[in-house]
């Protein structure tokens, strides 16, 4: 049987395998302390993992091609890079897991029987600071150095918590760094969640509702004609589109008092809109063009999908700021001005979302700046 | 009714007037999106046209016109911005 | 004599055109796709919301009002929404926004 190892506790306290910090070791440099690791026998091929569509079939590819494929591995090491410092417990507990799943399909792909080949799996980088390719890079080549690592193959999907594309300058670096690299051929998968969600009568009745009124509204008249078809066409789009349309569960209460909430959120931000434009106006119009843009990114707090949108919209409406991306509740916005990046960090906006959502305790809580979250710019 | 009716056929003109100007930003790029956007823009405009003139002619039945364009163009943008992007990962 | 009702369209109307114009020019005049997108997704919404305004003040009451103020809603969701998916895409192709560092003329 193949051998399995898994290094994850070991690497986890920062032992002598582990390296604390991504910056701490020049690419290329001599390792700093040797780590008495598995001896360097043969080809070793690294492949970094992150949570991505194509993380399965990669790991076939890594298995099949060490063990069949031209040049042939002894070992091959998946490596997690986690960053605790910068993504969080959680997202290091979650690359935890991940390396488990690739462990038991590495196996899986193994097979009965028993190629010649070493499988390990690491998380590493838990207390280094991960923010370039730069970084990432130095991170595999120290951990590729220590292991006797020549070889890197590549997720195509491979972006351990950032929105950044991160392959190509990956590739570049790694390649520059003199490792021999390869991107796995695998299907580039498009949809990274289900689309089709579970979900209840209530929202078949709401949506059907919405499209019936919407329906009549349009049509403008209360015939039976009207009335009939509408029921058809409201039936037809509540059946093909319930599971996919609304999201949770629907409770008529909270229902109401947030559309309650959203009248009275609604003059607010109509009043931002209307300064926002004057500022716009003001700096369009202006001869010299007085803009200073730049790149802000930070973590609103407000969770689950319609208030994120919610604040996203309201953010690009309003004073000199655009939504560029959305992660879960991490905004990438770009400013146009200073004044607008004070008022977005302050966070007038996201206190007004949470309200409407959350009710008016929620608003209460401190905007981004307090958090202190002074808006990691980003070049 | 008559002042009303020109001051709206005369902003109809005049978003015309501007949407010919966009198309300079439609022409000149020089990337894929700024073109998208441009057209984004005049696709806005032209539903504000169909509804301003619907005002001025009092021919309400031309909204749904406005209505269906409006919808198109909020299609459009999304499409093209899902497929220009190489992962087709936008939304 | 302009009576309160034709003030009224004939205001928004204005708002409507100047902040028309105001997307236009920053259409043209900006220096990077982020800050047209700026220009487009704000002074464009609001140019157009108040045209619309105008158009369902002239229709009075009754289903072409509704059906105008649907029309602004809906532009002021699909919008904002419109300029993030563009944005995003660009983001995602690696186009990078303009500082003042990079000085120079618009491109």
Known sequence: MALIRTFHEHHDNSDCCQLSSGRARPVGGPAARDCGGPTVTGERLLVPVSESSTLRNTVAYAVRNAVEGENRYDAVHFVSPASRRIAGEEYVESARELLDRVEVWAGEDLGEDDPDLTVETALI??????????????????????????????????????????????????????????????ERGTRRERLVRRASLGQFVLLAGLSYGFYLLIGGSLAAFDLVTGAISAGIVATVLWRISLTGPVRPGRLLARIARMLVYTPYLLYEIVVANLAIAYVVLHPSLPIDPEVVEFDAAVWSELPVTTLANSITLTPGTLTVDVTRQHFVVHTLTEGARDDLLDGGLERAVRFVFYGRAAARGPGPRERGDDGGEDS | MTLIADALLAAAAAF??????????????????????????VGTNTVVIIALFAAALDSPGVLDIALVYALLNFLMSIAISKFTVERGGVM | ????????VLAL??????????????????????????????????????????????????LPTVKTVLLLVFLFITNPTAAHAISRAAADQGIEPWTTEDGGDDG
Do not use: C, W
Not at chain 1, 145 to 174: H, K, R
Not at chain 3, 1 to 8: G, I, N, P, Q
């Open chain 3, 1 to 8: 004599m302009v009576s309160l009702y034709e003030a009224a």
């Open chain 1, 125 to 186: 980088g838990v207390d280094a600071y991960l923010f370039s390719p730069g970084d990432y890079v130095e991170l595999l080549a120290g951990y590729a150095e220590d292991n006797g690592i020549g070889s890197v193959l590549l997720d195509p999907e491979f972006n351990p918590g950032q929105n950044t594309p991160l392959l190509p300058p990956l590739e570049a670096e790694l390649d520059g760094a003199g490792f021999s690299v390869e991107t796995a051929p695998v």
């Open chain 3, 13 to 62: 109307l204005a708002g409507g055109v100047f902040f028309g114009i105001v997307a236009a020019v920053g259409l043209l005049r900006m220096p990077d796709l982020y800050t047209r997108a700026h220009a487009a997704s704000k002074a464009d919404t609001l140019g157009s919301g108040l045209s619309l305004a105008a158009a369902a003040v002239v229709f009075g009451s009754g």
């Open chain 2, 16 to 41: 015309i007037v501007l949407s010919v100007v966009i198309v300079y930003r439609i022409v000149r790029g020089p990337t894929m999106q700024d073109r998208v956007i441009a057209v984004n823009v």
